[in-house]
């Protein structure tokens, strides 16, 4: 399949001569190849959409709103497709994929909003005779930089609500994972925008780069480690451009004794395993509290034994690989430092080949039992199906764990004492928290939060937070003294 840039309107072959293979993490397969785009590619996606920014802030937001319920309608129709695509070259079950869509169309669903988001304030008479308006405006060129594990979902964090608003775009899909939104941009194309509203570069670090440093380009987000994370954020402030970025995660779950186990164990298996681990939401590790210890490990340690891997279009199939070799090397080798630690290692997932597929990265779930407290597993986002179990004697502590970590992406709780779950909700250090949830992953009304070395910036993307993100307030003082007023 022949991956191209979208630009102004037009689908275009990059003239590069490096590429990178799109490989099927089930089959091993090559299913595409992603040009690397040059910084020459940015400037000529950034100079369609700075072209294009004039007429597009001028069309009245309504009108602009009506492209949005268009492309809602066209990503409904075509959202099995869309999945595939997701399976096909990120690994995760179809079902999953689905959801992720699910999630992309509310984002859209939220944006047809925009007419009454995006209304600004009104205060009479601050002093006699005279106004004052807070009104809101588009930033101008804005751009996305988007990770491999939700492909579909994540760049529609952003890209509704900056268009409704007024703004233009750049997407920059992750080089693994160029052929959904190459997909999902065909039907912005069959939407019929305006040319060079809305853009694609693919590419690398050379896209990346020139996304961050091009002057036309007024606001840069993105989802991935912390460690790029901290360089996009750095980079992109460096170069006067707002920027919001979302880093990495270790993501803790507290089981008190009085969790009904069941529901706690089906929730938090769901949450380790579910896409390989491969989320920002998904659950590292737990802390069981006095007696909860045995009886939550023995139940989840069966739980990931029974857990069915495969490939993710299969019948049945609960789990898909993880994206590569190179990240099926890596958990591996960080589940065996996690033993070399002195954790025990009761479900062990190394080694894992499929009938059928055996050319896939495949990494079944592994459960790491008392992980030593301090240890590098213990500390280390592994972003695979590894989850650590940990231990304390009280609520206290537990929650002192869980805030002594650098990460504040998500915590969650299991309890059936309602001043327990205030308790935690009230102390625990994460910008989205779960009480018996274990993926608190916000409605698209609600911000994607993130704290501590989980996030870089100040407003985050969904909701009210990413209208005040692709904005820029104005305050207008007005005053219009009688005698200056026309007579009829």
Known sequence: MEVLNYINGEWVKPNVSEYVDVINPATGQVIAKTPLSTKADVDAAAKAASEAFPAWRRTPVQDRVQYLFKLRDLLKTNQDEISRRITNECGKTFEEAKAEMVRAIENVEVACGMPHLGKGEFVEDIASGID???????????????????????PFWYLPYALAAGNTYIVKPSEKVPTTMQFIFKLIEQVGFPKGVVNMVNGAKAAVDGILEHPVIRAVTFVGS??????????????????????????????????DMEMATKIVADSAFGCAGQRCLAVSFAVTVAEARNTFTELICDAASNRVVGYGLDSGVQMGPVINAASKARVEQLIGLGVQEGAGIPVDGRGTSIKGYEGGSFVRPTILADVPRGSEISKTEIFGPVLSLMHVNTVDEAIE????????????????????ARKFRYEAEAGNIGINIGVAAPMAFFPFSGWKESFFGDMHGQGMDAVEFFTQKKVVVERWPKEWTRKF
């Not at 004052?132 to 994540?154: D, K, L, S």
């Not at 006067?240 to 008190?256: C, D, F, H, M, S």
């Open 132 to 154: 004052e308006i807070m009104i809101r405006q588009p930033v101008g060129v804005c751009a996305t930089i988007a990770p491999f594990n939700f492909p579909g979902m994540i």
């Open 226 to 259: 912390t460690n790029v994370a901290k360089y996009i954020y750095a980079t992109a402030a460096a170069h006067g451009k707002r920027v919001q970025a979302q880093g990495g995660a270790k993501n803790p779950v507290i089981i008190l004794p009085d969790a």
């Open 401 to 420: 764990l869980v805030n002594s970590g650098q990460y504040g992406n998500q915590a969650s709780l299991f309890t059936s004492s309602g001043s327990a």
